[in-house]
Structure formats: C-alpha cells, structure tokens
C-alpha cells in the first residue's frame, strides 16, 4: 500500500484528493492479502492479551494461535 502510495503522481494536495487516493489504493488491494492481514491481526491480539498488554513481540512464533 506504502508503494502505490510512493508512486501516485501528482500527490495528494488536500484531505480529500488523500482520501481518495488512499480509497482507491485499498480497493486494488488481493482480497488474499487482506485476509492474511487480519489473521496475522489477530494472532498478535491473542499474543497481547496473553501478555497481559505487556511486551508480547518475543513470543509471536512461540504461542499456540487461536481466533476469537
């Protein structure tokens, strides 16, 4: 997204115009990456509140993942 952000032309001149851009963007999003975004959310939620809102990061390859 940070790419085709990079690359608009002209840029963004007001909250608006970035909006649309940025509407646009997350539209030609996969719906493959935006599915794999939300479970990745997620498992870094179960690690968060494991952790009790502490560090968490460590231990993300570690834990047993689970969805709400």
Known sequence: ???KFSELKPK???VAELKKALL???DDLPNET?????LRF???????I???GKHF?????LINTYYF
């Open 42 to 48: 997620r498992k870094r939620l179960a690690a968060c």
């Open 50 to 52: 494991k952790a009790d």
């Open 57 to 61: 990061e460590h231990s993300l390859n």
């Open 1 to 3: 997204m940070l790419e």
């Open 34 to 38: 935006v599915r794999k975004s939300v």
């Open 12 to 14: 963004p001149q007001n």
């Open 24 to 26: 646009t963007i997350r």
